[in-house]
């Protein structure tokens, strides 16, 4: 039976090992693409793949598992154990990750509970949750025949709370489920978070997040073990080569040889996880959000990250100048030439069709009718856009005065189907004034959930629940009589592309094309206003013109031999008659701003 302990370094087998790990996350990735990603990996030296595990998609809906396709985790875990990588997996129930909601299921906000706490409630739920996932991990731990080397109790938990006996009460339901490998926790380098995040006194590992400054970073974590009379070893669980990337924000960067010299300066004195080897990409809506102030800030479809490997899973330059220095510093690791896709274009593809949401909604969404307009949640629904639509009275000449009252994120106002007002998150709340030209009126509220914060304190805030809130106002009073439309777009198949198109209206556009030998490509949206791009019914993620993306990656395992479709929901009524696939990314340059 093979083993992996902590001691005063970490041991394989009775011998010691350095654990060079690199990020990547089976859920950002095409399954076809699992195996280039690992054997790059494995190519650069390393030894070890991490990943976290996202709560929010293995139960999107309350009690309902998923782990088939891209959720596959014991197929990523297999792949990478015959190339002969170990694996580090990061199960807990919040992940950070720049991902929707941090990762904890939207339908926690209805419940009455406190998430990330010993909240009994709460932990039910984990509860639950780990009775289906950890028997899947226990398999494939070291001493059962797999490669798992540990687990994670949480995630950077010490820039969050303090709650030790939720962090105590992980461990135990992954004791009692099955685990029996190491846990550590991960943190901020720094005295309050390790204190706060850590469980050192349980003899639990404490693991350090940085991104530069190894010296200095392991220099506290040691003054830290010794408080506690610890001799373990050094590891960063998370060094950032490179950074995410939130809309109307330059892309960062970070210089190949300066990222390189760190990471070597780190693995001298210690074991690394590079966060990101390879980054991915945030399919459908699953991208996170920033918290600023009052105003929260989406993050956007790609995962690029500047990472290692770039969005497709290629190598960049920083893999070939770290394996480079990889080789002069430990020359006696195995390495070995990079895989490299290839990508393709094709230009003009006309468009097949086109409809306005208003016409085909019937077909696209069921209908709920309500006194008062309810939330996203409340309505079972975790992402996409909502439509509400109510009837207005016209009780004077004047513009109207209209209010929206705790909606989110973004809101487009249509009146009797024509383009009356749009507002973002921070103008949500001013007055919109409507002229009602007829004695009764059709009012359209298209809400657009543009993702939930994925760290800090607004994980706990009302801001998170999406679609309207307290309800619409309209002079004094709150208007009544609401339909709902749920527009989650898991299922695109029924659009009723003859039920007629209006302009400046949000409407859906299709592309047919065959593809005879379909590789990796990109979507060309710089043509497009906002919205969501599908193909062949799967949803890529968003779009949008404000940049600094114009494009969106689409993985040749998304692609069929011979027809394709690709679907655009738009939203603004900005489309062309033509779409173009690329063979690598468009960016736009845009100066630095906080307006989403």
Known sequence: MRRFDIREEFYLDGKPIKILSGAVHYFRIHPDSWYHSLYNLK???????????????????????????????????RSAQNLGLYAIIRPSPYICAEWDFGGLPAWLLEKNLRVRSCDSEFLKYVSRYYDVLLPKLARHQLEQGGNILMFQIENEYGSYGEDKAYLRALRHLMDEKGLTAPYFTSDGPWQATLRAGS?????????GNFGSKARENFANMQAFFRQHNKKWPLMCMEFWDGWFNRWREPIIKRQPQEAADAVIDLVKRGSINLYMFHGGTNFGFMNGCSARGQIDLPQITSYDFDAILDEAGNPTQKFYVLQERMKQVFPDLSYAKPLVKPSMALEAIPLSAKVSLFNTLENVSGCQEAFYPKNMEALGQETGYILYRTRLKKDKEEPE?????DARDRAQLFLNGEPAAVQYQNEIGEDIFL?????????????ENMGRVNYGHKLTAPTQKKG????????????????????AFKDISNIDYSAGWQEQQPSFYRFDFNCEEPEDTYLDMSGFGKGAAFINGHCLGRFWNVGPTLSLYLPKGF??????????????????????????????????????
């Open 43 to 77: 190519a650069l030296g390393f030894n070890t793949v991490e990943t976290y595990v996202p709560w929010n998609l293995h139960e999107a809906s309350e009690g309902q598992f998923d782990f088939e396709g891209i959720l596959d985790i014991e197929g990523f875990l």
């Open 199 to 207: 469980l050192i006194e349980d003899d639990i590992l404490v693991t």
């Open 401 to 405: 005065k209209i209010r929206l009252i």
């Open 435 to 447: 002229r009602l030209e007829e004695a009764d009126n059709q009012l359209d509220i298209l809400v």
């Open 468 to 487: 309207i809130g307290r309800g619409v106002m309209a002079d004094l009073h709150f208007i009544g009589g609401w339909k709902m439309y749920p527009l």
């Open 559 to 596: 692609l069929n031999r011979g027809s394709n479709t690709v679907t655009l929901f738009e939203t603004e009524g900005i489309y062309q008659d033509h779409l173009h696939l690329a063979d690598k990314p468009i960016f736009k340059e845009v100066e630095h701003g906080l307006k989403s």
